[in-house]
């Protein structure tokens, strides 16, 4: 038999395969990994070649395909609602630097906040061999079936933020009662009597929270909850400015509000500015997420942080525990962060500014 034609080296610039080496070389591409591997098969002779032509092209090994072709990888799925914005793009920066550290990469997806787009993002991860996925569930996620897809597919799921009520899962949350109770027991240590809350889908865990800390706050202060002050929406701007103009419209309206979302929380000092109210001095204003927005608008808006890197860096801690694990049986995990109330001038009220500022999370 013939010995195989060497073909041309590969143009200038072009990123250089397995396959480009063992062309040049006359030999197979099982010849060139197992060289590249150090393979005991590979006699000392060959294995220099190889090298010396890998170290010539400066070839890079395409280590993801190999992991695939040995059925694990070290990628790390993510699915996030969206990337926008300073909470989930910093909760996946902590992510990142956690699974860099510990030698995975990380695959992204947006869900849009769309049950049909979670599902496919789901199914794509698993066509890729993920080791892990971290996962915060869409608005509008109702059934989660397809995340027991991934769990009877022996691959380890933790959800951050968001997750699913009454199922017992991994997962690393806020305190979003005791963010809620912060913030709005601040608004009544400012001397407010009259807090309004724009409120999330209560089908959401995060939502449901922060208003029942709203209405810890406002119980531990003898003040009756009034329904006719709490606004449910979908925590836009515009979702915020139709509740305060509806508030406008009410006998007695509301002297604060805490919006459980920092969008929401700017379209009620938007609605207030064009109504002719002053922030704080007439109508004083708490969001949440710490959105970076509210540092310079005008008045700055206080917030209650997330602790988006820590948290990020906690659920892929935790995943690394449960890949690490190989199938033995944990447990549901549950890590639960505190949250820090941002005083800043939107709720800080003229006539009582010497109250103190609530800068430290209250630990339970």
């Known amino acids: 038999m013939p010995p195989r034609k ?36 590979i006699g000392p002779e060959m294995k220099r070649k190889v090298l010396k032509l890998a170290k010539k092209y400066n070839y890079q090994p395409n280590r993801l395909a190999s992991a695939l072709r040995k059925g694990r990888s070290k990628l790390l799925g993510i699915i996030v609602p969206y990337i926008e914005g300073r909470f989930f793009a910093r909760v996946v920066h902590g992510m990142e ?3 860099r550290q510990a030698g995975y990469h990380v ?4 869900s849009n906040e769309e049950e049909a787009q979670e599902r496919r993002n789901i199914e794509a991860l698993l066509n890729l061999q993920v080791a892990g996925i971290l996962t915060s569930v869409a608005r509008t996620t109702r059934d989660y079936q397809h995340f027991d897809q991934v769990t009877e597919r022996g691959v380890p799921l933790v959800f951050f933020d968001r997750r ?68 449910y929406g979908d925590m836009s701007q ?62 700055a808006i206080s917030s209650v942080e997330q602790r988006c890197e820590e948290m990020g860096q906690a659920a892929v801690r935790l995943l ?10 944990l447990g549901p995990r549950q890590l639960v962060l505190h949250p820090e ?14 109250a103190p500022k609530e800068t430290k999370p209250r630990r339970k």
């Open 6 to 41: 060497k073909s041309a080296a590969p143009a200038t610039g072009a990123p250089v395969s397995m396959a480009d080496l063992a062309r040049e070389l006359g030999v197979s591409m099982t010849t060139i990994s197992r060289a590249l591997s150090d393979h005991h098969s």
């Open 341 to 354: 109330l941002l005083v800043r001038a939107s709720s800080q009220r003229l006539e009582v500014s010497a």
């Open 97 to 99: 630097t956690a699974a």
């Open 238 to 299: 515009e979702a915020g400015a139709a509740a305060l103009r509806q508030w406008l419209k009410l006998p007695a309206p509301p002297d604060a509000v805490f919006a459980a979302g920092d969008y929401a929380a700017l379209g009620v000092m938007e609605a207030a500015l064009s109504s002719g109210l002053a922030v704080p001095g007439e109508l004083a204003v708490v969001g949440f997420s710490n959105e970076t927005f509210t540092v310079i608008s005008k008045p």
């Open 164 to 231: 699913p009520d009454e199922r017992p899962v991994h997962a690393v949350v806020l305190d979003d009662q005791e963010g809620g109770y912060l913030a709005t027991r601040h608004l009544l240590q400012q001397g407010c009597r009259r807090v309004a809350h724009v409120a999330g889908p209560q089908y959401l865990n995060i939502y449901r929270n922060r208003r029942l800390g709203y209405l810890q706050a406002l119980q531990e202060a003898g003040i009756p909850p009034d329904e006719a002050l709490i606004s």
């Open 107 to 110: 695959i992204i997806c947006q």
């Open 320 to 329: 690394l525990e449960l890949i690490e694990a190989d199938g033995s049986v």
